[in-house]
Each structure stands twice: as C-alpha cells, then as structure tokens.
C-alpha cells in the first residue's frame, strides 16, 4: 500500500491559482472548505464530485479550494470518513468503527478579491460519544467562538446526514469501508454551469462500461504518446475554460494553459523536465479496476490514475500523472469532465 500511496503523492497539477486580485470580467470569489479531523482517513467532495483525500488518520487538516465544484444556490459537501482502529496482520483487511475521539470541523469561507472581504460559515463541528453512541454537535469553534451559519453571501442550517458507506476508494486504489457525512449549504454568486451538464448520462458499472472506459483512457494516452497536444487541448479545453475564469485572472483557456508551467509541453510523450510517458497503468482485467463513481453516477474515473509520466532516471518511483474523469454523452461519445488534481 505504501508504493501506491508514493505513487500518487505527486499529480500533474493542471492549474496555476493566482494569489492577486482577479480581472473584472473574471469570477471574483474563492471558495474554501477547511476540514479538521482527528481518527479518521476520509475522501471529501462537493456535489458529489471529488476535491481530495486524506490517508491521516490521527489528525488531519486541509482547506482545499471546492469553487471549481460549486453551482449557484444549494450544494452538499460529502465527507466520506473511515475511523480505522486497526488492520488485520493476517488478511491486511482494516477495521473501522465509531469511538470516543473521532471528531470532524467543517468551515466553508468565500474570499472577495478585490476588497479581501470574507465571510465564512461553520456548519459542523461534531465529536463522538462512544457512551452515547452518537456524535454530539459543538456550539463553539476551536477557538472559542460561536458557530455562524448565515453570511450575506453564503449559508447553511447546519444539520448533517450520516449514512454507511462501502469501498471509499483513496488516491492509491486502496479501499476503506465508512460512512458518508452530508451537509447542505447556498452560494449566491452566479457560478457558471458544468460543461457537462447537459450532456452527460447517468452510468452503469458493467463489464462494457469498464472497457469503454478503458478505450477512453487509451485515447487521451495515445494523443499524449503521439505528441498531438492540440487535440489533447481540445479535449481538454471546457475543464481549462471555466478554471482560468474561476481561479485565475487568465482570459480563456489558451492563454491559461500558455502561461502555465511548461504549457502544453508539459502533455508531450517526454515532457522538458524529462519525465516520460509510461505504458497505462492498470493490470490485464479490466473488472479489476477499482473504478469510482462520481455525481450520483454521471462521472467516473479509474484509480490510481493510469496517465503517468516517470521522472528519470528508469525506475525512480518519482510519477506524475493526468488524473482525467470522465462522462459519457447521449450520443455514446466519451469526454473529459475534469482533472481532479487532489489540492
């Protein structure tokens, strides 16, 4: 597990975040969620579409950037948690189970650019009570102050939802069993739709679905093998457009991805900091995969991700990948959703 774990601790980041203040004609907020866990691993998502993971288990604390996840007016922000107590020496399997000690702090803040404005909201600060056998909700932050649930821009009713959750799938591959904790909370900002809103179809896990799923993965390598960068931008393109209008002060998806690090040149076979394209990462059978579902199905993925570069020198174990999800149009045509980067 530890090799899968090195082997995604570092992604191809796709997008450069601006710390200056954002263009006029550019969206003018950043969202952030700040997670605050003690004994818990967990996967985090927002409309059901994943932000990042987390394999701390003791204490964890991150506060990842979710605009690029929002809609205009309601959201849910899911926390899919594992508090693993152990691991069978014999089988490797992991325990979990609900114990005093296992807590979960959840922020949400909007940052205006141009005036540093923010406003932020604390819809859960929860701990367990192994006596009771329930979480108890905590009235006050960590720092002493009362939870706010309602800003002029942003607001929760801060009640949660918990459910059981099988086959949390983490960066690696490996899977943990848990429950999921939902939260609902309303951004007024006019936040454009997905690309693939529209379009994409709710999916099935079949036998055919995971080989045309494959098939979509061997065409993105195979542009990237071949050097094709422009088609590869064209695929690509809708992810890069809303993201260099929501996080940067970049005027379109061009001019985002030129100003990036190594630009387009960063999705070539052997990229100028030398890293090269390896063969698809995945073994022989394809209902092996560990294949994750997101968007209450619309969206779906493969990890680990299978797009990976190895820096030199052959055999470094130093990666960096191209963690493309993907949708399924009407019409059957495979596309790309996103590029999960896990910031």
């Known amino acids: 597990m530890a090799s899968l774990l090195r082997l995604l601790s570092v992604t191809l980041l796709t997008m450069i975040v601006w710390q200056g203040s954002a263009m006029a004609n550019n969206f003018e907020y950043r969202y952030n969620a700040y997670i605050h866990t003690v004994g818990s691993a967990w996967s985090l998502r927002v409309n059901d579409i994943f932000v990042r993971d987390n394999a701390k288990v003791a204490y964890a604390d991150y506060s990842p950037n979710v605009g690029l996840n929002l809609r205009q007016g309601k959201n849910t922000l899911s926390l899919l948690f594992s508090p693993v107590t152990g691991q069978d020496p014999d089988t490797g399997e992991y325990h979990y189970e609900l114990h005093d000690g296992v807590a979960i702090d959840i922020a949400i803040e909007r940052y205006l650019w141009t005036t540093q404005e923010r406003e932020r909201i604390h819809p859960i600060r929860i701990r367990y009570n192994e006596a009771e056998g329930k979480f108890e909700q905590l009235e006050f932050t960590a720092g002493g102050e009362e939870r706010v649930l309602e800003q002029p821009h942003l607001r929760s009713n801060g009640r949660m939802q918990l459910s059981e959750f099988d086959n949390i799938i983490f960066g690696g591959g490996w899977t943990l069993d848990g429950y999921r904790l939902d939260i609902t909370f309303t951004v ?30 061997r065409h993105i390598h195979g542009l990237i093998s071949r050097n094709d960068t422009e088609a590869l931008f064209h695929e690509v393109e809708p992810v890069w457009e809303r993201t260099a209008y929501m996080l940067t002060e970049r005027n379109s998806a061009r001019d985002f991805v030129d100003n990036a690090s190594q630009g387009l040149e960063k999705f070539e076979r052997i990229r100028p900091d030398g890293a090269v394209l390896q063969p698809l990462y995945w073994g022989d059978d394809p209902q092996e995969d560990q294949v994750e579902f997101l968007d209450n199905g619309r969206l779906v993925r493969i990890q680990p991700h299978p797009i990976l570069w190895e820096h030199p020198p052959a055999g470094s174990e130093r990666f960096a990948s191209f963690p493309v999800v993907f949708y399924k149009t009407r019409n059957g045509e495979w596309r790309v959703a996103d590029v999960a980067t896990n910031i």
Not at 188 to 197: K, T, V
């Open 188 to 217: 007024d900002d006019p936040i454009p739709a997905f690309h693939w809103e529209r379009e994409a179809v709710v999916l099935e896990d079949t036998p055919e679905l995971r080989r045309e799923l494959r098939d979509a993965y």
